[in-house]
């Protein structure tokens, strides 16, 4: 019981490290934690697609350039 | 004997450590990063730095790199800390309750996009050399590679906005602003180090 409690203790600390985030206005932080919340877990579900309507999106407005890009990031390492 | 033994164990512990924030980080950037920023085992820090050391030897091995693994890692290394310097000097500046081993920690751990899209762009220059054709095939690659870059990219911008967060304790836009102070300098400094065909895609 005791262990648990020190883990409970240990845990809370943890969560508490830092404050809140605060943006100044009620609206801007609501909005700011909404969308926060979505990529504290398992980000990649919504970056993932948001990349590739980007990339589909950078295909369509620069066509066959979008190559020459690949082309620059292939060397970039 | 008892001691070496100890030692040992420890360095493997710290090993197990690395890959279980490293799945943190993949599935819960926020509480990893959190979990992070309370570590004191400069093993896990050392570990991550040998992860680069052996991308650097083999990026070297394979495409035959101007400038050799050890000048390479260590302007690597002089990037690092002259970036922990910065925002640890800037905290300093303006009496935030800032922490360099969390700094140093976050920072290190912040390295796991990088290493993962380095890696992966040295695969793909051996399964498909550029440059990229406008062929169906060679637009297709194009729009996965980018779409990879990208994914990773915000992931490395999440893991470094949380980096700032956990050791400096400061707000969103002081955190945002900070991050335009260092793309001030970091920018024309990457340019530089672009003509000097050191890295053409920043390693940070």
Redesign the interface.
């Known amino acids: 019981m005791k262990s648990y409690s020190l883990r409970f203790k240990k845990q809370i600390s ?2 508490f ?3 809140p ?4 206005s009620e609206f801007l932080t609501c909005w ?1 934690k909404k969308l ?1 919340l979505l ?6 579900l919504y ?2 697609p ?3 309507l ?3 999106l ?2 369509l407005f620069l066509g ?1 350039r ?2 020459v ?3 620059f ?5 | 004997m008892v001691f070496r033994k100890k030692k040992i164990v420890d360095i493997i512990a710290s090993f197990i450590l690395v890959i279980r924030n490293f799945c943190f980080l993949i599935i819960y950037p926020y509480k990893g990063m959190r979990k992070i920023s309370l570590e004191n085992d400069y093993w896990q820090i050392f570990f991550i730095f040998l992860m680069v050391f052996i991308y650097f030897k083999l990026a070297y091995f394979l495409r035959g790199n101007f400038y050799p693994t050890i000048f390479t890692f260590f302007i690597f290394l002089a990037n690092f800390f002259l970036m922990i310097s910065f925002f640890y000097g800037l905290g300093k500046i303006f009496n935030w309750k800032i922490k360099k081993t969390a700094l140093i920690f976050t920072f290190s751990y912040s390295l796991l996009p990088t290493l993962i899209w380095f890696f992966t762009t040295l695969f793909f220059y051996f399964v498909l050399p550029p440059p990229r054709t406008f062929s169906l095939m060679g637009r297709t690659f194009s729009i996965f590679f980018i779409t990879f870059s990208l994914t990773v990219l915000f992931w490395k911008l999440i893991l470094f906005y949380l980096a700032l967060r956990f050791s400096t304790q400061v707000s969103f836009f002081k955190i945002f602003y900070l991050i335009l102070l260092f793309l001030l300098w970091y920018a024309p400094y990457s340019v530089l180090l672009y003509y000097l065909k050191i890295f053409r895609v920043p390693f940070i």
Do not use: H, W
């Open positions: 943890e969560v490290i830092i404050k985030n605060d943006l100044g700011f926060t990529l504290k877990r398992f980000p990649f970056l993932l948001l990349a590739t980007i990339a589909c950078l295909y066959k979008i190559v890009i690949t082309s990031l292939q060397y970039g390492f």
